[in-house]
């Protein structure tokens, strides 16, 4: 392939739009803490999650650990999360100086299995945090009914779910509260950016302290506050891509037609499916590659890179073989068999709207290549 390509390109919007955008700030002048188009944002979202709650922050990483925070879990009590995530879901979990515990993941969907996490509950768990992995989402009634017999919270990490609906159902609207992430490889983008959706109104002024150092006034700091704030600029990039994230969702359904014509069917390629009652967020490509295809998901991943196509291994390793967790009793390999399976065999595929027919076809071509 004569130029690199990568398991995704931002979608960005139009320069002149963006620079009249550019233009209202400079001449306001307000650039940051709580400003018109940061509270605009806010508003315009509640709409597009179908949610009644929405703070914004200036990434996912910083709304989940506010997340964590705003939901006064016991210091040192466990979560119990998956080890088939990005290194923040985990991460989060620790800055908040709790304890994780990993529970091992269903095949077809890969996020947490719930007939795994009541045997990894203890007197000492506070609360689950599942993740809805490449758009897939948990089983969210059974992990509900689970958090209710043992009175735990639930929060979601939804970085990969902008727009899901189950059976109608906004995805925002599970659990205690859900993160969605807005970095510059997700589907819809503030460039760095996130925000937390949540049912519970009294959370709001809790989130709102968390997020701005705890200041409710000039003389007034009422919690132990961290700066989670988004400022006016990435605001901006997100109203414009209000506008522009369904033709995107739109580019990408088209993309994962051809994929899934070409891949479908293939001795040793298994595509995940989204059930029936899901309305993707189309935000990831996952292949999962069987003993009897050609070749490794490793060599696959070689030879597609020999041909300058970026695919990527989301996610390998995965948490529980990080040396900062690998320790951990719920990290052995015994404990999480599916998710060590899987980190060997996944190959997230490049996918976003713009990318060329000629790539597509070379793309296809090289995995199935003799
Ligand atoms: N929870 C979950 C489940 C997550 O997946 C994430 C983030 C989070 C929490 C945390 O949310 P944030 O704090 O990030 O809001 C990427 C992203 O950086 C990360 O946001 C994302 N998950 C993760 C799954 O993927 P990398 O290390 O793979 O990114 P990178 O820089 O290799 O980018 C991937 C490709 O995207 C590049 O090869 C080219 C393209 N790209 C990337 C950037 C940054 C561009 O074309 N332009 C760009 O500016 O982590």
Known sequence: MDKKIFVTQPLLPELEALNEELKEIWTTKKVTNAGPKHNLLEEKLKEHLGVSNVSL???????????????????????????FTFA?????????GLKPVFCDIEPETMCINPDKIEAAITPNTSA????????????????QKIADKHSLKVIYDGAHVFSTKINGVDIGNFGDITMFSFHATKLFTTIEGGCLTY????LKRKIYNLRNFG??????????????KMNELQAAVGL?????????????????????SRLEGIKGIRIPK???????????????????FRVSRDELYAQLRAKNIYARKYFYPICSDYDCYKELPSASKENLPVANDLKNRVLCLPF???????????????????
Request: charged share 25%; glycine share 6%.
């Open 128 to 143: 689950i945090l599942a993740v809805h992995v490449y758009g897939f989402p948990c089983n969210v009634e059974k992990i």
């Open 199 to 202: 049912q519970d109104d009294t």
């Open 274 to 292: 989204m059930p029936p009652s899901v309305t993707d967020s189309y935000q990831y490509y996952p292949i999962v590659i069987e003993d009897n």
């Open 240 to 260: 414009l891509n209000l506008d522009l994230y369904k033709e995107e969702q739109a580019k990408r359904k088209i993309l994962r037609e051809y994929y899934t």
């Open 57 to 83: 922050c200036n990434n996912g990483t910083l709304a989940l650990l506010i997340a964590l925070r705003a939901l006064s879990l016991p210091y040192g009590s466990e979560v119990i999360t998956t080890p």
């Open 352 to 370: 976003y709207g713009s990318l060329e027919e000629e790539y597509r076809v070379k793309i296809c071509d090289e995995i199935l290549r003799g």
């Open 215 to 228: 200041i409710r006034g000039e003389e007034v700091v009422e919690d132990i506050g961290i700066n989670g």
């Open 88 to 96: 923040a879901t985990p991460h989060c979990i620790s800055w908040n």
